[in-house]
């Protein structure tokens, strides 16, 4: 008991525990939350929005009670919202996890019966609820907007909503970022935009085929709801624990793998495609395979090799349990066996479609753009630590190059052999075949095959060291409990 404690009288004491968070809150999430709601950052940017909301309100009634006094507070208060949530928030995670692991606090909280989960989600819940305490401290600009015009409250509760799960999101992909070097988080941050520009079935496209436009706020946060609503929020969920479980397994033991975690996320977007009609089937198809491309580059650019636990915790399940395990081991080895695994899945699928040869050769080449990183990566330096920003740079720099070959007609006669050489260039390869709507002539495509096996087979013997390995797990005699 401290010094303080110990002069509290029995009122005081009583009075300290009422005001004091309860018992059964997790430990985690107290300790972020006293710490959180003192920093800085918090005080900061509640005194900040509240002085200026209230030179809009001084503004706004000084205008009178016409349009142009509503229309001048009506837009402060969603920008304070928008700005609140999807900026100021994330930004307070983004150097959330590193400044613990700097401090060493990581390892001290491990000692106890913190896992890496606890940890994780309650730094992350702390985020989130200090956002919503940002939000709540603006609603009394909300209702003095009733003076000055009318307001739908159903409509601004869904919007306020929907900003708000979209700020749960980015606050954890910004927890997530934290962990990575600086570098790394450049490069992705370039490969996401990247992907959200050229990418089929966008994200932008997925969200403005479900919903209407229109309203205050993010132009895809609307108040509407439709018919496949539900596929919004399973989608938000599936991104969120997948930026989770990457914070997570930066901070758990080597001994506790998480790869099962992160590689079967992204595949269960296939889940609801049954369930939509064929209108929202590609956005839904697109969108999962931007999840898988982003998680795939993460797990191929991973150095680590498994350990004889990780093994041993399929083989008690038998002979399905050995197959799944092989695709579910940490480092890039698996990865590969996972990658060939999951576009030989999609080549099959594809029969079902219009145009089984492009979703076969798209297969084909998506698999040889994602593992072709990931072989050059091998023979660098094992004493290479940015092998996720190298990874990146290599699939960004090859996607760059596809796209301005799109445009090669200002080279006049080049261009011809600017798109042939881009067609069969690995990483270009893939993006050049998403643009053709007709199959590609005999030599092109027997070219793009073979290199295509080319990169596969090396990048396959390139991991015969892995598989060795796991045959020597396989066979190591099971110690036996002595008693």
């Known amino acids: 008991m401290s010094a303080t404690e110990a002069t509290l009288t029995p009122a005081e004491e009583q009075i300290a525990r009422r005001i ?49 006094s509503f229309d001048i507070l009506q837009s ?34 491990m000692l106890t019966r913190l896992t890496a989960w606890r940890i994780v989600l309650g730094k992350w819940f702390s985020l989130v609820v200090q956002g919503g305490l940002l939000v709540v401290a603006m609603l009394p600009y909300g209702v003095a907007r009733y003076f000055f015009g009318s307001v739908d409250l159903v409509s601004e509760a869904r919007i306020i909503a929907v900003i708000f799960a979209a700020s749960a999101v980015v606050t954890a992909a910004a927890l997530w970022s934290s962990v990575l070097p600086k570098l790394a988080r450049v490069v992705l941050a370039i490969g996401v935009a990247f992907l959200w520009q050229f990418a089929p079935g966008s994200i932008a496209t997925l969200f403005a085929s479900r919903s209407r436009s229109g309203g205050p706020g993010l132009t895809f946060a609307v108040a509407g709801t439709g018919a496949n609503w539900w596929l919004l929020v399973f989608d938000a969920l599936l991104l969120l624990v997948v930026c989770l479980v990457g914070a997570v397994r930066k901070l758990s033991p080597r001994a506790e793998s998480q790869t099962l975690l992160m590689r079967g996320l992204p595949l269960l977007g296939l889940l609801p495609l049954p369930l939509l009609s064929l209108r929202d089937m590609m956005p839904q198809a697109g969108l999962t395979a931007i999840f898988f491309i982003i998680v795939a580059a993460l797990e191929l650019a991973r150095a680590e090799e498994p350990m004889e636990c990780h093994w041993r915790a399929w083989t008690r399940f038998g002979r399905w349990g050995r197959v799944v395990g092989r695709l579910v081991q940490p480092g890039w080895a698996s990865a590969i066996e996972w990658v060939m695994v999951a576009a030989a899945a999609a080549a099959l699928g594809g029969y079902a479609t219009v145009m089984p040869w ?34 990146a740079l290599l699939l960004i720099g090859a996607s760059v190059l596809a796209a301005i070959s799109a445009t090669a007609g200002v080279f006049g006669n080049l261009a011809t052999a600017a798109d042939r050489v881009m067609m069969l260039m690995p990483i270009s390869s893939f993006w050049s075949v998403l643009q053709l709507s007709v199959p590609p002539p005999t030599p092109v495509l027997l070219g793009q095959i073979l290199l295509a096996g080319a990169v596969l087979g090396g990048a396959w013997l390139r991991a015969s060291p892995y598989r060795r390995q796991r045959r020597e797990f396989e066979t190591a005699p099971t110690e036996e409990p002595q008693g």
């Open 358 to 391: 492009k979703v076969a050769l798209a297969a084909l080449l998506g698999a040889e753009a994602l593992i072709f990183p990931a072989l050059l990566l091998t023979w660098m330096s094992s004493q290479f630590t940015q092998r996720t920003a190298g990874y």
């Open 76 to 109: 402060a208060y969603w920008v304070m919202i928008n700005v609140q949530l999807l900026i100021v928030t994330p930004l307070r995670a983004v150097t959330g996890l590193q400044a613990e692991l700097d401090s060493r606090w990581v390892d001290l909280m």
């Open 20 to 68: 004091d968070f309860p018992t059964w809150l997790p430990a985690m999430l107290v300790k972020e939350l006293r710490q959180g709601l003192r920093q800085r950052g918090f005080i900061a940017a509640l005194v900040g929005f509240q002085v200026l909301m209230t030179l809009f309100l001084i503004f706004a009634v000084a205008g009178g009670t016409g349009s142009a």
